[in-house]
T-cell receptor, first 115, second 115 residues
Framework: QKEVEQNSGPLSVPEGAIASLNCTYS??????FFWYRQYSGKSPELIMSIYSNGDKEDGRFTAQLNKASQYVSLLIRDSQPSDSATYLC???????????????FGTGTRLQVTL | DTGVSQDPRHKITKRGQNVTFRCDPISEHNRLYWYRQTLGQGPEFLTY????????KSRLLSDRFSAERPKGSFSTLEIQRTEQGDSAMYLC?????????????FGPGTRLTVL
């Protein structure tokens, strides 16, 4: 089982619709969760972080975390063609030092927003 | 805040040659990470520094790879005797680690092609 799993897609949604991206993780000691957006040929760009169970909203983006189910999702409202990219889910865990460190990434979900 | 910078942005080399990449983190950030990303995959952790100390190195990292952060500011990643399998995007990220959280911001990456 991969540590972080995402559906590779592509996920195709029409402009203006809600895109729902999902991620599951296997390590129960994972503590921090991140969504990065990556355009083709570019580096990952941080969109959202979430640490506690529940929802966290930032503009058109909402991250949802359920630690009991080991599940994190990203909702994109009013999807725009410019949202077309690969979305990477990343987790990090508490190390023996008592801090979080390296990120473990999923393979990413490719989102296509169609006109 | 000028963001994380990396140099060069692209490097083409012949198999067997040595290459060195540089990363300049966000100025107040105390942690610096190196990741590698191949096509269709998420970034894979290589190593990280807190200030000048190298705290972790991936078990997957060959002895041909070495990284330094001599003054706790910029970092270099050297690959000796490059192989075609080293072709990838090499990503640097930095963070200000405080408390338990560690939000990482990525540079633009260095794309390495080994012929």
């Amino acid at each position: 089982q991969k540590e972080v799993e995402q559906n590779s897609g592509p996920l195709s949604v029409p402009e203006g619709a809600i895109a729902s991206l999902n991620c599951t993780y296997s390590d129960r000691v994972s503590q921090s969760f991140f969504w990065y957006r990556q355009y083709s040929g570019k580096s990952p760009e941080l969109i959202m972080s979430i640490y506690s169970n529940g929802d966290k909203e930032d503009g058109r983006f909402t991250a949802q975390l359920n630690k009991a189910s080991q599940y994190v999702s990203l909702l994109i409202r009013d999807s725009q063609p410019s949202d077309s990219a690969t979305y990477l889910c990343a987790v990090n865990r508490w190390e023996d030092t008592g801090t979080a460190s390296k990120l473990t990434f999923g393979t990413g979900t490719r989102l296509q927003v169609t006109l | 805040d000028t963001g994380v910078s990396q140099d060069p942005r692209h490097k083409i080399t012949k198999r067997g040659q040595n290459v060195t990449f540089r990363c300049d983190p966000i100025s107040e950030h105390n942690r610096l990470y190196w990741y590698r990303q191949t096509l269709g995959q998420g970034p894979e952790f290589l190593t990280y520094f807190q200030n000048e100390a190298q705290l972790e190195k991936s078990r997957l990292l060959s002895d041909r790879f070495s990284a330094e952060r001599p003054k706790g500011s910029f970092s270099t990643l050297e690959i000796q005797r490059t192989e075609q399998g080293d072709s990838a995007m090499y990503l640097c990220a930095s963070s200000l680690q405080r408390g338990g959280t560690d939000t990482q911001y990525f540079g633009p990456g260095t794309r390495l092609t080994v012929l």
